[in-house]
């Protein structure tokens, strides 16, 4: 299927958003569970658009959780954050779980910019996750600037470099960890033992083959944990990653979704990567709830490939 074909069942329609990546689902009721005959339509969507958004959604969280479970076995979250709802839902927001509007200087809050730099979900992870799946409970108002979500294809950022860089680049892992975070924004309160224990720094090639895709290459990189690459010195390797970090956060690459109360959006955190748009904390509410899909093994980098 081509990115730009319109996939029409008879009751719902998968409609591409943009050309580099994205599609929307209109009329799919996703609170219950799909027929085999849907969640192979809604995987191979999946496949070919990298994300979808199912439009005016109703759902719990149980209900989102059992959604998710659909796709495959949920991560439980590093942090014993006050953020977190429930061991499989993250809270991604500026409202506790209770309702109660974070300060701006709250800790809570300041966790939120980690999110504001292009990174993929859960990279500091041995095994990283397949799919994030978010859920559009509170949102800003249309007439609000920021708090979209944005996305960068890292099919495209890959296939856009030179022969040259992506030469340099094969060979090359990059430094993934969860506590890079408190380099960014010392303020936040120290990771503890136990959470360095749950996750201590692990690498991933720099470029990430995909054998459902024919071995296609991507780059994956992230800029909220990490900034660090194995194989040269400190400064080259700071220096390659500021390059990459310019270079996936060009426009030819990127679609942002604006939310609309009720989208259920989930996205393959294997070739995207997405950040938080800075939005007025102090003004606006933004109630999002993510549940997160586990990758099934190490990534596979150009070294295992077969082409
Ligand atoms: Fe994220």
Redo the contacts with the bound molecule.
Sequence with gaps: MSSTEVVRSNDYVVQPVSNVLGAEVIGLDVSEPLDVGTLAVIGQAFIDHHLLVFRDQSLSDEAQVAFSKQFGQLEAFPEADKTKSAIEIYNVANVSPKGEQFDINDHRAIYQKV?ARF?T?SSYRTIPSLA?IMYGIEVLPDNAQGGETEFSNMFLAYDALSEQIKARLEPLHMVHYYEFGRRLYPELPPVSIEERRMVPPVTHPVIRVHPDRNNRRSLFITTNAGNEIGGMTLEEGQALHAELAEHVAQPQFCHRHRWQRGDLVMWDNRCLL?RAIDYDMAAHRRVLRRTTVAGAGPISGPFSAES
């Design positions: 999110n990174h979900d994030s997405h």
